[in-house]
DNA sequence: TAACTCATGTAATTGGTTACATGATTCG
DNA sequence: CGAATCATGTAACCAATTACATGAGTTA
């Protein structure tokens, strides 16, 4: 239930409809949760049941009525409950890993590998570009600020070690396809 | 659907049971896809459905029967059209990350830090056990061997990331907390 | 004129988790 | 005597994905 709490998060930094929501978690908060606008609209009904988040319309002209969400006490005492509690591991289900265990081909896994390094070596630059732009100076970070940052920081050593995973593979089949 | 796959894989390294197969699923493959016993047996049932595993009774004395399912020439067959085909980015869920956005109290993450750091660690030894163990010599490997290595490899350097992302976290709120 | 943005959803399905069930045998 | 191991499952539930739906306004 964790999209519950990472919406809450989201709503805390700033209050916005799901629609909103949706394209922050494009970016964002969604590249560490992602979530489609289907979920999170059922997540929103469920939490407004709850009382964790309330709702206001806003009417436009020319363009369809918004759904304003904000965050409630009761909700903000939720997210301060789930984030003192201990996190488990989360299980890593990796297709790659798999597949590389079923290797039979060096062809398809020299052109899946290829393919995976540059989109690893993509969103390498998105993280290294936010963090130049957003956090120049991390030495004066503190409190929500700190957080984000250090959550960034896991996703580039997340890009890096993809990538330095992907230069094995590739060292290994290409030692091997020139032998 | 990588769980069928995960599990032609297994069979054809060794034919087994439901029980089996659990057991491995504890380790080897499934540090890259974890899956319980309840849905192992699901996926048999639907792959036998589907001709891709067939299985055979054994009586024995004392304990249980068991059903021992090996894979089809059908089942190669899927898993090879599987191995063919472009692996598609894995989407990461992480519940920490989320958590770091939602940083309130130095006190709670650090100590999740600490735990994770542990869990972390733990993990790497029994992965560099088996390096040791299993692939003293990578440059000779081939084939299926090297596979499997090169997916240990990813395994390895994943914990290891795992690790550095605590210890920047950790120095990070160690620095503000003696500031 | 076709595609895209803004905005909100419902319905069906899949994959996985949790809880429950049974029953003999062996180990501490 | 209680817990763990061997062995197979069913049932209920939950989270997420995929497909479908509507409709005005803007941009290429």
Chains 1, 2 share one sequence.
Request: hydrophobic share 40%.
């Amino acid at each position: 239930m964790a999209l519950d709490h990472a919406i809450l998060v989201s709503l805390t930094e700033r209050a916005a409809s799901g629609y909103d929501l949706a394209r922050r978690f494009d970016a964002s908060i969604g590249y560490f949760w992602p979530a489609s606008h289907q979920q999170i609209y059922k997540v929103l009904a469920r939490m407004q049941e709850a009382g964790w988040v309330e709702s206001t319309l806003q009417e436009q002209d020319g363009r369809p009525d918004k759904k304003t969400y904000a965050i409630t006490p009761d909700g903000a005492a939720e997210l301060d409950r789930w984030a003192a509690q201990p996190t488990e591991r989360e299980a890593l289900r990796s297709d790659f890993a798999v597949k590389l265990r079923a290797f039979r081909d060096a062809r398809t896994v020299l052109a899946d590998t290829r393919a995976r390094r540059a989109a690893h070596a993509e969103r390498l630059a998105e993280y290294e570009a936010s963090e130049a732009r957003f956090y120049p100076d991390p030495s004066a970070l503190d409190g929500p600020d700190l957080g984000s940052w250090l959550a960034l920081r896991g996703g580039i050593l997340g890009e890096r070690q993809g990538i330095a995973w992907c230069d094995e593979i590739l060292t290994a089949l290409e030692a091997r396809g020139s032998r």
